[in-house]
């Protein structure tokens, strides 16, 4: 099996005014990501998307580019099953030779940001095909499932105090959801503001459904700190994001996870995402495939 063409096409849609929101991202005016296409010359498709930012609105010029101009001519003629060996590849560019023979990394820049992301989209796009070719959905081959059902929660929550418990009520009716995850953080101005609207929440709700709380990494740690002293009352099942992971300092000061289990995010990189999972300092996931890699 080889490749026969890999195209990137950047998809935007614009959201009509009265669906669009604000937040910490800003006002989100459309939804853009990058789909990526590759057919092997036994007539096999695989598709896999990327994006740019992490909100939903992007100018995906760069990433689209990237795909179609860097990555595909590597690509082409390759097994699109060897998908470890062509991800390694990617991420090391001119050097991939040295990673393939030593068995560890050469990243020729960094590989983080849209490069990661870019990556990622064909990444998917691989195991698709591979999926396709032994006719088995890709859940399976990444090992199965673990129980019949999961427990999922409803995530959103942007709204003031006087409308939050509303808001997130609005959730559980319309899912049957058992819990509910709402936004906190520089978008409140304040702490004691997003701790006002997490009191009106959880009154909203009762002592019945799971309430959890993200602050998409915008808090100071002294800010995190004072808001959890300020919600403690309020049995949240997790803080997510609470401030900037960039700085090993901030990992240090962090607030005891036995009373705030803490929760990421994996999309920057290979390194990263090794970090998001060890579980002394993440209590929960969220990892994005559209912009996250292997550990």
Not at 270 to 288: E, M, N, S, T, Y
Request: proline residues 4%; contains cysteine.
């Amino acid at each position: 099996m080889k490749i026969k063409s890999v195209k990137a096409h950047w998809v935007h849609i614009p959201i009509p005014h009265d669906r669009q929101h604000v937040s910490d991202f800003g006002r989100t005016l459309s939804f853009d990501g990058t789909l990526v296409r590759i057919d092997t010359e036994c007539g096999l498709t695989g598709w896999g998307e990327a994006k740019a930012q992490v909100g939903g609105m992007a100018q995906n010029q760069a990433l689209t580019l990237m795909i179609n101009e860097e990555f595909a001519p590597l690509l082409k003629g390759e097994d699109p099953r060897d998908i470890t060996r062509l991800w390694e590849t990617l991420y090391n560019g001119t050097r991939a030779h040295y990673a393939l023979r030593e068995g560890r990394v050469f990243p020729v820049l960094g590989r983080r940001g849209i490069t990661v992301s870019a990556i990622s989209g064909v990444d998917c796009a691989l195991w698709d095909i591979l999926g396709k070719s032994l006719g088995v959905p890709v859940w399976r081959l990444l090992g199965g499932r673990r129980a019949e059902k999961m427990p999922a929660y409803a995530s959103g929550g942007w709204a003031g105090p006087d409308k939050i418990g509303e808001q997130l009520l609005g959730y559980v009716k319309a899912g049957g959801f058992g819990a509910v995850k709402m936004r906190v953080g520089i978008m409140d101005g304040d702490p004691l503001h997003s701790a006002r609207r997490v009191h009106a929440a959880r009154e909203a709700l009762g002592p019945a459904v799971g309430l959890m709380c993200d602050a998409h990494g915008t808090l100071s740690v002294a800010e995190a700190k004072r808001f959890c002293r300020l919600v403690e009352e309020c049995n949240l099942a997790w803080f997510e994001e609470p401030d900037d992971r960039h700085s090993d300092r901030f990992r240090r000061e962090r607030v005891d996870p036995a009373r705030f289990p803490r929760s990421g995010r994996a999309r920057r990189g290979r390194h990263h995402a090794a970090g998001f999972g060890d579980l002394r300092r993440h209590h929960r996931g969220d990892a994005d495939l559209r912009a996250c890699q292997r550990a």
